[in-house]
């Protein structure tokens, strides 16, 4: 993609307004550089969105982020993964191998796929 058709994108998408820079900015210092940042990002611009759709249904950015952050909670106190801790996923493409990526990166595990 030419750069100034990914300008036009980041444009269109209302992603260059004030209001969308201190969300993102926000994201990263709550979460860090990481994918947990991005989905915290994604459900505050876009709540409602639909981010997944798979065979089983339909997820919003909302509800991923509010799933991952459980999963991350249980992995966490329950499976005591933790930062530095490397975690491989072996399973099909669908709506829980995400919100198992995004759990994982927002406890700070290595993740392999």
Do not use: W
Request: charged content about 15%.
């Amino acid at each position: 993609m030419r750069i100034d058709k990914l300008g036009y994108v980041i444009y269109k998408m209302n992603l260059l307004s004030l209001k969308s820079i201190f969300r993102l900015i926000s994201s990263i210092l709550t979460r860090g550089l990481n994918l947990s940042a991005l989905l915290h990002f994604s459900s505050n611009m876009f709540p409602h969105h639909i981010a997944i759709h798979d065979s089983k249904g339909s997820i919003t950015y909302e509800q991923l982020n509010k799933t991952s952050t459980k999963l991350a909670n249980y992995f966490y106190h329950h499976e005591q993964i933790k930062a530095g801790i490397r975690l491989g996923f072996v399973c099909r493409n669908h709506t829980t191998l995400v919100q198992g990526l995004f759990a994982a990166s927002r406890v700070g595990a290595d993740i392999f796929l």
